[in-house]
Structure formats: structure tokens, C-alpha cells
């Protein structure tokens, strides 16, 4: 069984920074992609970062210059640094992870709340 466990959420006032994590455990050879998602009530999950086992990665636009996501592969572990958080980053972040163990499986975290104040 692989198991990926977010930390790192919380409240915390604009322009704040926050640092997720992402542990991922059980039997795993390899992971891939490592993303993080975010969403909020009423809406659909939409990523907002994410890299692949050689460190290159994507942002959503939203977030470019603002986060960013990085991993550990000796440690199985993803991160995702935020800084200048705004109002609208408000949500449950979920991390993503294409891991392979016996075979190629999608794996989801079980969320982390982010909040912002004004």
C-alpha cells in the first residue's frame, strides 16, 4: 500500500508564506510526477504545480512567481513553498502522485486546509 500524507497547512494573514509537504510511503520503486492541487467548495480540483522526477515543472499562472514546488527523492517527499499568499489561495491543497509499485498507480493525499485572511 502507498500512502502520501500532506502537513504544512494552516491560517495565515496575506502576503504570508506557507510550506507544504508531501511524504509518500509504503512499497514504491519510483515515483514520476508529483503535483500539488488545490480546491475550493463549489469548484472544480485545478492544479497548481507540479514536476517530474528529473525537477522540471509546470505553475499554474495563478500562482508563477509566487510558488514553488520542489521533491526530495531520497525521501519520497514533495514540497511546495508559498509566499505572497493572497485571499484567493484559499483551499484544500491535495498532493498527486504518480507512483510506481508493482505497477503504475495515481495516488491522492487526503488534503491540507490553506486559508489567507485579509
Known amino acids: 500500500q502507498v500512502q502520501l500524507v500532506e502537513s504544512g497547512g494552516g491560517l495565515v494573514q496575506a502576503g504570508g508564506s506557507l510550506r507544504l509537504s508531501c511524504a509518500a510511503s509504503?512499497?514504491?520503486?519510483?515515483?514520476?510526477?508529483m503535483a500539488w492541487y488545490r480546491q475550493t467548495p463549489g469548484k472544480q480540483r485545478e492544479l497548481v504545480a507540479q514536476?517530474?522526477?528529473?525537477?522540471?515543472?509546470v505553475y499554474a499562472d495563478s500562482v508563477k512567481g509566487r510558488f514553488t514546488i520542489s521533491r526530495d527523492n531520497a525521501k519520497n517527499t514533495g514540497y511546495l513553498q508559498m509566499v505572497s499568499l493572497k485571499p484567493e489561495d484559499t483551499a484544500v491543497y491535495y498532493c498527486?502522485?504518480?507512483?510506481?509499485?508493482?505497477?503504475?498507480?495515481?495516488?491522492w493525499g487526503q488534503g491540507t486546509q490553506v486559508t489567507v485572511s485579509s
Open positions: 514536476i517530474t522526477s528529473g525537477g522540471s515543472t
Open positions: 498527486n502522485a504518480a507512483v510506481y509499485s508493482r505497477r503504475w498507480n495515481n495516488y
Open positions: 509504503g512499497s514504491i520503486a519510483s515515483i514520476s510526477t
